[in-house]
């Protein structure tokens, strides 16, 4: 193989590995999940040096399901925890707004 073709062959293959390594993983995380993180990460870095307490805790959410045929019935629940955060700072004598406001914003209404 000449020089030339050596060099091409080369950098084409250094480009796709660089590629391969760069390329961004689709999440395996459900979006509610994924989005109540951001948005705790998001109110505890907001409260960073500002007065008052920062609580870190979790909510949970239950998806339950329920069968009844005749006399027998059966019921299944998921529970998970989510990612939640108090910021007394921020969040204006109403625990959980700022984050609440953010699930919003990203399009999910979490009820108080």
Not at 21 to 32: I, L, N
Not at 57 to 72: A, C, Q
Not at 73 to 88: A, D, K, L, R, V
């Amino acid at each position: 193989m000449k020089l030339k073709q050596y060099a091409v062959v080369s950098l084409v293959a250094s480009v796709l590995a660089l590629s391969g390594c760069s390329s961004v993983k689709p999440s395996d995380e459900a979006p509610e999940m994924m989005a109540a993180r951001q948005c705790a990460d998001q109110v505890y870095t907001a409260s960073k040096n500002k007065a008052g307490k920062t609580k870190l805790t979790s909510i949970m959410k239950d998806e339950s399901t329920f069968f009844r045929v005749g006399d027998s019935s059966q019921e299944t629940h998921h529970i998970q925890g989510f990612p939640y955060i108090e910021s007394t700072a921020l969040d204006n004598g109403k625990p959980g707004s700022s984050w609440r406001a953010c699930m919003l914003v990203k399009g999910f209404n979490i009820p108080v």
